[in-house]
């Protein structure tokens, strides 16, 4: 099944103790693009300036992305991030943004992107989002969100939440947006909303799926070098979603996502090995599938009971 | 094979926004030996004062275990701690800690205890703990710490960690001893002392287990209900080395430890939904076995190759 994609595409600078970025290929709707062309046709829409050019178009259009959607604002600079880690690169901190085009964004879909089945609502103003939502006709729309439209914008944000299957945020947001601490009390209240799906990003520690059959846990893919986590995050969402949409869109199974959610591990743990979309610009789908072949075998124990005392 | 437990015996007063207690039984080797209890014939070892009374020796003799090494220092108080959990139940805030005859426990081991065929040297000075190690003739060591000794006695716990066969720390523990952010280059740099296992504790992320066979992740189990995370830790610890004793204790497989991770995980995650040692008191193995039986439950997914797009 197809798949849109509505976010940022940006230029960011980056700095992390293994280096350093002035100017690279990012933005949450890239790095969801690229993770997901592994699994289905995508198309990306957002605003893009003048400064994007061929050689950014190309990124996307090698891996087979649809950029026919992309917004090029004339006369204008595409949305630029300049942000560093320090040496436990859990934090992205924020040293530069300018929205540039991406500030008068007021996506409007094409016939074709209204028509797809699956739809991604990329990290944006959630009022945006739901007005994409209303304009698409997508059978299954997960959205992502940060922790800035929870605190300005958090009746909004749950009126879009309403109108959609699935939602991805980081667990400490998802604890934020509910106000519960406890975070399978926090899923049940969002899926109260409407969504059937949450998925809560960890990070370094993984992901987790919690939907009405039960929970599902897996571990980040540990790596020995993480070079800049930038985009780990919306590479997950791209190979989840993206699995999801090549496995149907609608009634969807637990156990399909749950290897979802190991095709988004893999991708992601690929992601910040190097800078940007660099390793994910000529990753293998033999890569992808011996990494989630490594996942299961590295989460797989033999549960046979015991003699235990009494 | 026989299992010995070093460490503190405490009354704990302990606060949560889900309730409290005034005086309750706590402390490492008492969580630990309850948790271990199920798979082996355990000894603890710790000094109590004379408000240590049958009561208590009671709950740890219904588990079966064995209490003659536990020293009543005449005119002494127990080890008290005093401590609070915000909400979020992630941080311990300790508001009064008063050492009494844990100040100036001199451990000697018993015969029978130096004969113990596996020994756990629960979070106490690490000077104190190389002495205890020094003793014992057990062919299967693990140690606790915590960033007290890490931050006061760096040095000296490195040279009591040369001396042990398994590590089992916080994961932000093992970064600030080995001052390395990323855990799979910490987890090697520990085994090159002498460990050969390595278990970083996650917190509500699970935990992780790093030899030089590889890596495997395991989530918490999930939760609705968490009324006081005092002893989780040890009692993850207690289910892990009591599996390793009863599993023969020496050459330990990496599968061996797959499993022992799951049994730690279950036991720890009954130790949490009550207070102190309250819901381990009266934990069955049938109950342990049932939720060994979820974890493997809700960690596992189908690898199954699906069709990638190159």
Chains 1, 2 share one sequence.
Request: glycine letters at 8%.
């Amino acid at each position: 099944m197809s798949l849109t994609v509505v976010g940022s595409i940006a230029f960011d600078a980056v700095t992390t103790p293994f280096g350093s970025r002035d100017k690279m290929l990012g933005g949450s709707a890239v790095h969801f693009s690229l993770a997901s062309s592994f699994f289905t046709d995508v198309r990306v829409v957002g605003p893009v300036g003048d400064d994007f050019g061929d050689a950014e178009y190309a990124v996307l259009q090698r891996r087979g992305v649809n950029t026919d959607d992309i917004e090029k604002v004339q006369g204008g600079e595409t949305f630029f991030w300049r942000g560093h880690y320090e040496y436990d690169l859990n934090t992205a901190h924020t040293d530069d943004t300018r929205l540039n085009v991406f500030g008068d964004f007021s996506p409007k879909l094409s016939a074709a992107s209204r028509e797809s089945d699956v739809l991604f609502l990329a990290n944006i103003q959630p009022d945006l989002q739901r007005e994409v939502r209303e304009q698409s006709e997508a059978k299954f729309v997960a959205l992502d969100s940060m922790n800035l439209w929870i605190e300005t914008a958090r009746e909004s944000l749950l009126k879009t939440i309403e109108g959609v299957d699935c939602v991805l945020l980081n667990d400490a947001e998802i604890r934020m947006l509910t106000r519960r601490p406890n975070l399978v009390q926090a899923a049940r209240e969002l899926r109260a909303l409407g969504p059937k799906v949450v998925v809560a990003k960890q990070g370094e520690y993984g992901a987790a799926l919690l939907t009405e059959e039960g929970f599902f846990g897996l571990p980040a893919y540990p790596l020995e070098t993480v070079n800049d986590p930038t985009g780990a995050g919306d590479s997950f969402a791209g190979g989840f979603v993206g699995y999801i949409a090549a496995a149907g869109g609608e009634d969807i199974s637990h156990d399909t996502l749950c290897r979802a959610m190991a095709y988004g591990t893999a991708i992601a743990s690929y992601n910040v090995e190097e800078f940007g979309t660099e390793r994910v610009q000529r990753l293998t789908r033999e890569e992808i599938t011996s990494r989630v072949a490594e996942l299961a075998r590295i989460t797989r124990f033999d549960d046979a009971p015991v003699a235990l005392r009494a």
